[in-house]
């Protein structure tokens, strides 16, 4: 059974560094086909792909945050962690990781979602 879990501090500061990590077990983020997400929603709004971490450890970016956001992993760990700095409270939302069997979609494991909130 795949696992994935978001954790990191739920109130962030604006101007700070968002940062999560996804610990994931019961798969390896560095073998197989899949592809390992950062994907938000915030209130009232559809969700936003942020962006993935492929198993080669090659990442790619929405355009819209691509110039906040950095994602990397930790192979020991079998964790992934996003970055996104210069935070501003549009950034509030509900986090989630994920895995998906592509990069942009078909998720097959989700995290549970951990709510981050930006205020001062």
């Known amino acids: 059974q795949v696992q994935l879990q978001e954790s990191g501090p739920g109130l962030v500061k604006p101007s700070q560094t968002l940062s999560l990590t996804c610990t994931v077990s019961g798969a390896s983020i560095t073998t197989g086909k899949h592809y390992w997400s950062w994907i938000r929603q915030p209130p009232g709004k559809g969700p936003e792909w942020i962006g993935y971490?492929?198993?080669?450890?090659?990442?790619y970016y929405g355009p819209s945050l691509k110039s906040r956001t950095s994602i990397s992993r930790d192979t020991s760990k079998n964790q992934f962690t996003l970055q996104l700095s210069s935070v501003t409270p549009e950034d509030t939302a509900v986090y989630y990781c994920a895995r998906g069997e592509s990069g942009f979609g078909a998720y097959d494991y989700w995290g549970q979602g951990t709510q981050v909130t930006v205020s001062s």
């Open positions: 971490i492929a198993r080669s450890g090659s990442t």
